[in-house]
């Protein structure tokens, strides 16, 4: 978890300061979507367990973050889920949210043909 005094700092960015890593994951309901580690620099390192055209379940362990600060960040195509209330409130009061695995983020908007 990245501490929220460094989310909301000026000194630091810790979206585009820290390590990244971008993978994208091709699914059936959602389409494209890519997923952001962000390990805390100077302490955070990314392992990921899978390999590119490898197929993850839901539930798979996909990677880890070692030592150190991290958060990850999805990105979805557009029009194609709607992000649950808590997290679109929090995130217009700058606040973090803690999820856990099985936690709903959002729902589908509707069927991808």
């Known amino acids: 978890m990245v501490n929220p005094i460094a989310v909301n700092s000026k000194y630091c960015n810790v979206f585009t300061e820290n390590k990244r890593t971008v993978s994208i994951i ?21 392992t990921f367990v899978k390999e590119k055209g490898d197929y993850v379940q839901k539930g798979d362990e996909f990677g880890y973050f070692s030592f150190g600060g991290s958060t990850v960040v ?24 803690l999820v856990q695995v099985g936690m709903s983020l959002g729902v589908m908007k509707q069927k991808r043909s």
């Open 26 to 46: 091709s699914t059936a309901q959602f389409g494209k979507v890519a997923f952001v580690a962000i390990g805390a620099t100077m302490v955070g390192s990314i």
């Open 74 to 97: 999805c990105v979805f195509e557009k029009d194609v889920i709607d992000i649950d209330s808590d997290l679109l409130t929090n995130s217009t009061k700058s606040l973090e949210t």
